[in-house]
T-cell receptor
Framework: EAGVAQSPRYKIIEKRQSVAFWCNPI?????LYWYQQILGQGPKLLIQ????????DSQLPKDRFSAERLKGVDSTLKIQPAKLEDSAVYLC????????????FGQGTRLTVV | KQEVTQIPAALSVPEGENLVLNCSFT??????LQWFRQDPGKGLTSLLLIQSSQREQTSGRLNASLDKSSGRSTLYIAASQPGDSATYLC????????????FGQGTTLQVKP
């Protein structure tokens, strides 16, 4: 079974530029999560999708971050404009359903904003 | 608001030693608790999942315990090996079981040969 795929693996941008990350969850998984992990901290949930609807985006900085899940499968997370404090690893995870107990994580995208 | 704390932040032990990693949480109304492993530059690998009704789970040399009433979990690693070197993260799932995980900041373990 293929795992959660993310791209790119690494990205370096200047502040005020825009960037987009892509995630392809495990086939058939209804729930998709985006987490932000700042160096030295644990991951923090940014947004959770159930199929193509948003379940929780309470910690998403909506003035600069946006996310969508196309046709309930792939998802993109965008930052525009980026700030220095957005430097982090962005992790995508998926699970069969929101009530399922285990989520499976991708390898993450490491973003550096200079 | 649920907060998860892991102590210590870093740990260095000689190979072969048994060790315990600690995790505490402020709200005992959890659905489950998970321990993850994170290698440098990699994603998270789930190690053990404990449901709120369970007291412990075991997998190979790993044993995780859960005490909801005191808001604590421990991850016990027996006979540590250099390959165990990684960051270990504790995460709790809230009582509503939305799937959202709240993570601690992790314990970085180094096992010296």
């Amino acid at each position: 079974e293929a795992g959660v795929a993310q791209s790119p693996r690494y990205k370096i941008i200047e502040k005020r530029q825009s960037v987009a990350f892509w995630c392809n969850p495990i086939s058939g998984h209804a729930t998709l999560y985006w987490y932000q992990q700042i160096l030295g901290q644990g991951p923090k949930l940014l947004i959770q999708f159930q199929n193509n609807g948003v379940v929780d985006d309470s910690q998403l900085p909506k003035d600069r971050f946006s996310a969508e899940r196309l046709k309930g499968v792939d998802s993109t997370l965008k930052i525009q404009p980026a700030k220095l404090e957005d430097s982090a690893v962005y992790l995508c995870a998926s699970s069969p359903d929101r009530g399922y107990t285990e989520a499976f994580f991708g390898q993450g995208t490491r973003l550096t904003v200079v | 608001k649920q907060e998860v704390t892991q102590i210590p932040a870093a740990l260095s032990v000689p190979e072969g030693e048994n060790l315990v990693l600690n995790c505490s949480f402020t709200d005992s109304a959890i659905y489950n608790l998970q321990w993850f492993r994170q290698d440098p530059g990699k994603g998270l690998t789930s190690l053990l999942l404990i449901q709120s009704s369970q007291r412990e789970q075991t997998s190979g040399r790993l044993n995780a315990s859960l005490d909801k009433s005191s808001g604590r979990s421990t991850l016990y690693i027996a006979a540590s090996q250099p390959g165990d070197s990684a960051t270990y993260l504790c995460a709790v799932g809230g009582s509503g079981n939305t799937g959202k995980l709240i993570f601690g900041q992790g314990t970085t373990l180094q096992v010296k040969p």
